[in-house]
C-alpha cells in the first residue's frame, strides 16, 4: 500500500508525529563553548548521554539508548580508523555527521518498513582556539546543522529556536563555573518549555482558541530554578568538559560530583529535608 | 562494528593488512639484512616511586647512522610506554596500533584495558609478525613498561621477536648495547650499595645516564648522551599519576654535574 507516494509521504508524517512524541519526555542536553574549552551538560537517570568520542570529539544524546549506542559505535570505528589511517588531526566532527551519521539516520528515517533511531544527536569538537571550535546537532530525519557558541538538544525545534534567542540576549561565560551557571539555566527553559508545550494533539484543539502559543515566553528566573532544584533531586547532573587547556592529546573529562558541587551556584542546589 | 572493542577487527573489516605488516622477503634477491635500518639500546628498571624507561636517539642501518635523533620509548597511553629495539618501521607501526586499540577498547567499553590485556596485545602483534621477524626485515624487540592500577605498582616485561613474554623483576634491556647494561646492572645490585631499585628519581635518573655512557663505550650502534649536540636520551617514569617524559634541561643539569665530572 506504500507504493502509492501520498502514502508514503504520510508515514512519514506519521512518523514525525510518533517520534515528537517520543522526545517530550526526554532529558534536553546543552553544549557551551567558552574560553576554557566545550562544556556539555544534561541530567540523566542512570543510563549516560554523553560520551568520549575522539581525541577532541564528544557526542552528546538524547533518546533511545539502544539508537544512540548503536549509532556511537559507528562514530567510533570511524573516527578511529581514520586516526589510525591518516592522522589523528584528520578526525573532524563535520566529517563525522555528514559523511558517518547522517547518511544512516536519514535512511533509517525514511525507511518507513523499520523501526527509524529514537535518537537526536550533539557532536562537538573543541579546536585550538575558541573560533575553531565547532557544534553539530541532528534530529531524527538526518537534518543536521552547526551551530556557534550554544547548542542544545530539546524536543521540538520552536523550543530550539527560542533558546537560541535567548542565548544570544545574555553574556558570555568567561569561567568553567560561569558555563555550568549558564547551561544549567539554559537546560531548566528547555525542561520546563518542552514539558509545557502541549502535545501536537492539544496544540490542534487549542490553536483555534490561543494562536498565540506557538511563541514561548521564557520562564521567570524563581521557576526556572526550582525545575533545577526538583530535578537534580532526584536525576545525576552529568557534566563534561573537552577542555582545550589540558595539555595533552586528549581532552575529554568528566566532572566529578565532587568538582562539580562547588560549581553549581546556591540556587540551583537542592534542599534537602530533614 | 567491534563487538568486544577489539579494533584490529575493525581495521580487518576496513581491509588492513594487520596480519602481514611487512611481508617477509620472498627471495627475489637485492635484500641486504645490512640495509634494514634498525633501533638500538633501550632499557627499562623501577626505581623507588615506579619505573624508568630509557633509550638512546640513534638509528643504523648496517654501519650508517640513519638518524640521531629518534624517539624509540612510546608512550602508548596514560599509563603504558612502549619501549623499541629492532626495525622500526614495524615497531612504530606496531606502536601506532597498540595505541588506537587501547583508544577504541576504553572509549567504546567505557573502560580501560587491563594491564593484562594490554600485554596480550603486543603478545598478539608480535606473533602475527613472525614471518616478518624471521626473515629479518621486521624484527622488533621490545620492552612494555606501565603502571599496573589493580594491583597499584609499576611493571616491566620483554619480548623475544616472536612474541614470548618475560615478565622483569628489576630491570629488562634490549637491543645492540643492551649487554654492557645488563652486565652493569647485574653487578650493581649484587654487590652495589643496595638494590637499584631501592634508588630515588634523582640517583636512579644519574645512574641511567650513566648506563647509557656505558652502552655507547662498547656499542656503535649506541648513541648515548652527546652534550655537545644537546643529543640526551628520551627518559620516562612512569608511576601512579602516569606516564611523564623527564625534560632535556634536567638530564642536561644531572648528566654535566654527575657523569662528566666522576663524583
Redesign the interface.
Known amino acids: 500500500m506504500y507504493e502509492e507516494p501520498y502514502r508514503w509521504i504520510e508515514a512519514v508524517a506519521n512518523r514525525r508525529t510518533y517520534l515528537d512524541d517520543q522526545f517530550i519526555q526526554g532529558n534536553p542536553l546543552i553544549a557551551v563553548s567558552f574560553a576554557r574549552g566545550i562544556l556539555l551538560l544534561t541530567v540523566n537517570r542512570g543510563t549516560?548521554k554523553i560520551?568520549?568520542?575522539?581525541d577532541r570529539i564528544a557526542l552528546g544524546g538524547m533518546g533511545h539508548p539502544a539508537d544512540l549506542e548503536k549509532l556511537?559505535?559507528?562514530l567510533?570505528?570511524m573516527a578511529?580508523?581514520e586516526?589510525?589511517?591518516r592522522s589523528p588531526s584528520d578526525v573532524t566532527a563535520s566529517r563525522l555527521m555528514k559523511n558517518g551519521l547522517a547518511p544512516v539516520i536519514k535512511q533509517a528515517f525514511e525507511e518507513i518498513f523499520k523501526a527509524p533511531y529514537i535518537t537526536k544527536v550533539l557532536l562537538a569538537e573543541v579546536g585550538a582556539t575558541q573560533d575553531r571550535d565547532h557544534l553539530f546537532s541532528i534530529n531524527y530525519d538526518g537534518m543536521f546543522e552547526e551551530q556557534r557558541e550554544f547548542g542544545v538538544l530539546v524536543s521540538s525545534s520552536s523550543i530550539r529556536e527560542t533558546l537560541s534567542q535567548e542565548w544570544k540576549a545574555q553574556g558570555r561565560p568567561t569561567s568553567l563555573q560561569a558555563a555550568i551557571e549558564v547551561s544549567l539555566r539554559m537546560w531548566g527553559i528547555s525542561s520546563l518549555l518542552q514539558t509545557d508545550t502541549p502535545s501536537p494533539d492539544e496544540e490542534e484543539k487549542g490553536a483555534v482558541s490561543a494562536p498565540t502559543t506557538s511563541v514561548a515566553t521564557i520562564p521567570d528566573k524563581e521557576t526556572i530554578a526550582s525545575r533545577i532544584r526538583e530535578t537534580l533531586s532526584r536525576e545525576t547532573l552529568e557534566c563534561v568538559l573537552l577542555d582545550r587547556e589540558s595539555g595533552k592529546m586528549e581532552t575529554y573529562h568528566t566532572l566529578c560530583q565532587a568538582e562539580l558541587q562547588p560549581l553549581i551556584p546556591q540556587s540551583f542546589v537542592p534542599v534537602i529535608e530533614r | 562494528m567491534g563487538p568486544q572493542g577489539d579494533f584490529l577487527q575493525v581495521l580487518r573489516e576496513q581491509g588492513y593488512a594487520l596480519d602481514n605488516l611487512f611481508p617477509s622477503s620472498n627471495g627475489n634477491g637485492g635484500f641486504n639484512q645490512a640495509d634494514v635500518t634498525t633501533g638500538t639500546t633501550v632499557f627499562a628498571m623501577k626505581y623507588a616511586d615506579g619505573v624508568l624507561v630509557a633509550g638512546d636517539r640513534r638509528a643504523t642501518a648496517g654501519n650508517v647512522v640513519m638518524y640521531d635523533r629518534t624517539d624509540k620509548v612510546l608512550e602508548i597511553d596514560r599509563f603504558s610506554v612502549l619501549a623499541i629495539a629492532g626495525v622500526p618501521a614495524t615497531a612504530f607501526e606496531m606502536a601506532r596500533i597498540l595505541e588506537h586499540s587501547f583508544k577504541y577498547y576504553r572509549r567504546s567499553q567505557l573502560q580501560d584495558l587491563s594491564f593484562e590485556g594490554k600485554l596480550r596485545a603486543l603478545a598478539t602483534l608480535l606473533k602475527n609478525n613472525a614471518p616478518a621477524a624471521l626473515a629479518g626485515t621486521g624484527t622488533v624487540a621490545p620492552v612494555f613498561a606501565g603502571y599496573d592500577a589493580q594491583e597499584g605498582c609499576g611493571k616491566i616485561f620483554f619480548y623475544d621477536i616472536l612474541g614470548a613474554e618475560f615478565e622483569a623483576v628489576e630491570y629488562a634491556v634490549s637491543g645492540s648495547g643492551s649487554p654492557t647494561i645488563r652486565g652493569i646492572l647485574y653487578y650493581m645490585n649484587r654487590w652495589g650499595n643496595g638494590p637499584v631499585g631501592g634508588l630515588n628519581e634523582e640517583d636512579a635518573l644519574i645512574f641511567v645516564l650513566r648506563l647509557m655512557t656505558s652502552a655507547a663505550e662498547f656499542d656503535s650502534a649506541t648513541g648515548g648522551v652527546d652534550a655537545q649536540a644537546q643529543l640526551y636520551p628520551i627518559v620516562k617514569r612512569i608511576s601512579a599519576e602516569g606516564v611523564r617524559t623527564i625534560p632535556a634541561d634536567r638530564l642536561k643539569t644531572l648528566f654535566s654535574d654527575k657523569v662528566l665530572n666522576n663524583v
Open positions: 549516560e560520551y568520549e568520542i575522539y556511537r559505535y559507528t567510533l570505528d578511529h580508523v586516526g589510525f589511517q
